[in-house]
């Protein structure tokens, strides 16, 4: 027989919520003079609408339940909520941070003193790999130039002096040492000629034959340019950063994964991040997994790769992170919010949503998170249970069950 709320009932849940903090009061809020609990048979069961368990009602293990009105269950601050499927793995939750990708960021530097004559490219704009970004007046480019033309001069002469050598050798007139001698000496001087244009080429500077001491700064990476640090007419040192260029169409989520949860997380799993200041989530993958903890957190780093290509995402965003695991067999079962489930008797129950109320039913759960708990049996996904404040409910049928026992 499933106990009723009178009207009495109705002015106690207008402060439900505060009475059940305070400790103690929750289970006087569902009651009235008349309030009466019982225990849930088939019929009452099948009113709900075939949310009972068939398995749990064959076996005979009765349940208890509440009647209550839908302004009972408002009044108590009852939320009600959907069961969904997830994996039976259940969730890892974790907090983390929104940081660059290192091969997507380029920092540019001067690469050597000299003055900036011209900024080619803004704040905001998009360039490829290679693409320019200053030009910088440059004594130091300037000596670079005259130096690997100098080499290049030496190496061609040598390379003369070695086609007259080898000329003459062939005729016999001269003897093969000096025809060997000819020939270290231009290797010697090829290699300092391409050692000079080298050094050129790691300035920004070109390597043709002119002696400009113009030098162009370009860009590492394919992005947009997120930092502009210097003017046109300012003098810049070798080791100061002028540029910084981002793709921001990728975004790493820096994670911290709980030590007691590292053996439930492998690289490659799915995550879906809730990102603060974001209306709605974003999927990614783990793709890297720390062998170690830090003492200080007792977590593991975490690194997961999150698409951002309506540039939704902003580095620096705090995180929220859920990562679903597939535990053992990779089984789909019912998930309900980890305040859907209260213990009693040394057992996990949750609190079905009926027509009349609410029934209490048994659950084995398995390994979940903060936020959500896999269901093992008991329940099947579509029905409705008590999430926020369900705890009233277990009080309610403690309170009323110990009433009938006397």
Same mark, same amino acid.
């Given at each position: 027989?499933?106990?009723?709320?009178?009207?009495?009932?109705?002015?106690?849940?207008?402060?439900?919520?505060?009475?059940?903090?305070?400790?103690?009061?929750?289970?006087? *809020? *569902?009651?009235?003079?008349?309030?009466?609990?019982?225990?849930?048979?088939?019929?009452?069961?099948?009113?709900?609408?075939?949310?009972?368990?068939?398995?749990?009602?064959?076996?005979?293990?009765?349940?208890?339940?509440?009647?209550?009105?839908?302004?009972?269950?408002?009044?108590?601050?009852?939320?009600?909520? %959907?069961?969904?499927?997830?994996?039976?793995?259940?969730?890892?939750?974790?907090?983390?941070?929104?940081?660059?990708?290192?091969?997507?960021?380029?920092?540019?530097?001067?690469?050597?003193?000299?003055?900036?004559?011209?900024?080619?490219?803004?704040?905001?704009?998009?360039?490829?790999?290679? =693409?320019?970004?200053?030009?910088?007046?440059?004594?130091?480019?300037?000596?670079?130039?005259?130096?690997?033309?100098?080499?290049?001069?030496?190496?061609?002469?040598?390379?003369?002096?070695? &086609?007259?050598?080898?000329?003459?050798?062939?005729?016999?007139?001269?003897?093969?040492?000096?025809?060997?001698?000819?020939?270290?000496?231009?290797?010697?001087?090829?290699?300092?000629?391409?050692?000079?244009?080298?050094?050129?080429?790691?300035?920004?500077?070109?390597?043709?034959?002119?002696?400009?001491?113009?030098?162009?700064?370009?860009?590492?990476?394919?992005?947009?340019?997120?930092?502009?640090?210097?003017?046109?007419?300012?003098?810049?040192?070798?080791?100061?950063?002028?540029?910084?260029?981002?793709?921001?169409?990728?975004?790493?989520?820096?994670?911290?994964?709980?030590?007691?949860?590292?053996?439930? %997380?492998?690289?490659?799993?799915?995550?879906?991040?809730? %990102?603060?200041?974001? =209306?709605?989530?974003?999927?990614?993958?783990?793709?890297?997994?720390?062998?170690?903890?830090?003492?200080?957190?007792?977590?593991?780093?975490?690194?997961?790769?999150?698409?951002?290509?309506?540039?939704?995402?902003?580095?620096?965003?705090?995180?929220?992170?859920? &990562?679903?695991?597939?535990?053992?067999?990779?089984?789909?079962?019912? &998930?309900?919010?980890?305040?859907?489930?209260?213990?009693?008797?040394?057992?996990?129950?949750?609190?079905?949503?009926?027509?009349?109320?609410?029934?209490?039913?048994?659950?084995?759960?398995?390994?979940?998170?903060?936020?959500?708990?896999?269901?093992?049996?008991?329940?099947?996904?579509?029905?409705? %249970?008590?999430?926020?404040?369900?705890?009233?409910?277990?009080?309610?049928?403690?309170?009323?069950?110990?009433?009938?026992?006397?």
């Amino acid at each position: 027989m499933a106990y009723k709320l009178d009207q009495r009932t109705m002015t106690l849940l207008a402060g439900a919520a505060v009475i059940a903090l305070a400790g103690g009061g929750a289970g006087y *809020l *569902l009651r009235g003079d008349t309030a009466q609990t019982g225990h849930a048979t088939h019929a009452e069961e099948e009113e709900s609408g075939g949310d009972a368990d068939e398995a749990t009602v064959s076996a005979g293990a009765s349940e208890g339940t509440i009647a209550v009105s839908d302004a009972q269950i408002q009044a108590a601050g009852i939320a009600v909520a %959907v069961v969904q499927e997830g994996l039976a793995g259940g969730e890892v939750t974790a907090a983390g941070v929104l940081v660059p990708p290192t091969q997507s960021v380029g920092h540019v530097t001067a690469r050597t003193s000299g003055v900036v004559v011209r900024i080619l490219r803004q704040l905001g704009d998009r360039v490829g790999v290679g =693409d320019p970004l200053a030009v910088i007046d440059s004594r130091e480019v300037a000596e670079a130039q005259g130096a690997a033309a100098r080499a290049r001069r030496a190496a061609e002469a040598a390379r003369t002096v070695l &086609v007259r050598e080898e000329s003459l050798f062939r005729q016999r007139v001269t003897a093969r040492q000096d025809y060997e001698a000819a020939q270290a000496a231009y290797d010697a001087a090829r290699i300092e000629a391409q050692q000079a244009d080298q050094a050129l080429r790691a300035l920004g500077a070109g390597s043709g034959g002119g002696t400009t001491r113009l030098m162009t700064l370009r860009s590492p990476v394919a992005g947009e340019v997120t930092s502009v640090t210097v003017t046109p007419g300012e003098y810049v040192p070798p080791e100061r950063e002028l540029f910084q260029v981002a793709d921001p169409r990728t975004v790493w989520a820096e994670l911290m994964i709980p030590a007691r949860d590292i053996q439930r %997380v492998v690289i490659g799993q799915t995550i879906t991040l809730s %990102v603060q200041g974001s =209306d709605h989530p974003h999927t990614g993958r783990i793709r890297f997994l720390s062998p170690a903890v830090d003492p200080a957190t007792g977590a593991a780093k975490a690194i997961a790769t999150i698409d951002n290509t309506d540039g939704d995402l902003r580095v620096g965003q705090n995180v929220s992170a859920r &990562v679903a695991t597939p535990g053992v067999d990779g089984a789909r079962v019912p &998930v309900v919010p980890r305040s859907a489930i209260q213990e009693t008797e040394g057992r996990s129950v949750v609190f079905v949503r009926t027509q009349r109320g609410f029934v209490m039913r048994p659950v084995t759960i398995g390994l979940g998170s903060d936020a959500a708990v896999p269901v093992l049996s008991g329940l099947r996904v579509g029905e409705r %249970v008590a999430t926020v404040n369900a705890f009233v409910l277990k009080a309610e049928l403690g309170k009323a069950e110990a009433e009938h026992d006397h």
